[in-house]
Antibody, heavy 124, light 107 residues
Framework: EVQLLESGGGLVQPGGSLRLSCAVSGFSFSSSAMTWVRQAPGKGLQWVSVISASGGSTYYADSVKGRFTISRDNSKNTLYLQMNSLRAEDTAVYYC?????????????????WGQGTLVTVPS | DIQMTQSPSSLSASVGDRVTITCRASQSISNYLNWYQQKPGKAPKLLIYAASSLQSGVPSRFSGSGSGTDFTLTISSLQPEDFATYSCQQSFSTPYSFGQGTELEIK
């Protein structure tokens, strides 16, 4: 059974930092690109970042570029999102998701399994 | 960046109805279009990828079509469990982007 479990969310002051983790099981993590998607309260889905299977390629939404860093530890089957310089507009539930990855390890941008999400709150 | 626009934003329908939701991209994205279903308090679920391919385990009453800039998600006969929010997403290029969502409500 595929499982993704996010952790690390919480309340953080503006300008602060937080690191989210996503522990996975039930599939070949080292062969899968992974992504983070967020959803502000009552709003739609917003893609945040994607990392290739090897970790060699990463991409970001403009709204988080330079502040957030996606990374992975394939030996621990864990995905990370380091979030710095947090702002009120970063308040959201953050989901990690598995990508229907190309055999090369590059992302397809199709997210077939999702975690339950972790809430990050940055007060204004 | 590619903008995705869905219509309608909300829709009321009855069990057994045929429902169509539209998604338009701000530029051609070939068939790099995916559809998700999300219920309140839950994670999104992939329904359709590559515009028309049904994700494993998804009922056949769901179908997708389109190419270029215009796409549709159709539910052939609504079931009670289908009342949810539906979002399209382009995977043509990063930054990936979602539509604003269509909330499907019970009439």
């Amino acid at each position: 059974e595929v499982q993704l479990l996010e952790s690390g969310g919480g309340l953080v002051q503006p300008g602060g930092s937080l690191r989210l983790s996503c522990a996975v099981s039930g599939f070949s993590f080292s062969s899968s690109a992974m992504t983070w998607v967020r959803q502000a309260p009552g709003k739609g889905l917003q893609w945040v970042s994607v990392i290739s299977a090897s970790g060699g390629s990463t991409y970001y939404a403009d709204s988080v570029k330079g502040r957030f860093t996606i990374s992975r530890d394939n030996s621990k089957n864990t995905l990370y999102l380091q979030m710095n310089s947090l702002r009120a507009e970063d308040t959201a539930v953050y989901y990690c998701a598995k990508d229907r990855t190309y055999s090369s390890g590059s992302p397809r941008g199709q997210f077939d399994y999702w975690g339950q999400g972790t809430l990050v709150t940055v007060p204004s | 960046d590619i903008q995705m626009t869905q219509s309608p934003s909300s829709l009321s329908a009855s069990v057994g109805d045929r429902v169509t939701i539209t998604c338009r991209a701000s530029q051609s994205i070939s068939n790099y279009l995916n559809w998700y279903q999300q219920k309140p308090g839950k994670a999104p679920k992939l329904l359709i990828y590559a515009a028309s391919s049904l994700q494993s385990g998804v009922p056949s009453r769901f179908s997708g079509s389109g190419s270029g800039t215009d796409f549709t998600l159709t539910i052939s006969s609504l079931q009670p469990e289908d009342f949810a929010t539906y979002s399209c997403q382009q995977s043509f290029s990063t930054p990936y982007s979602f539509g604003q969502g269509t909330e499907l409500e019970i009439k």
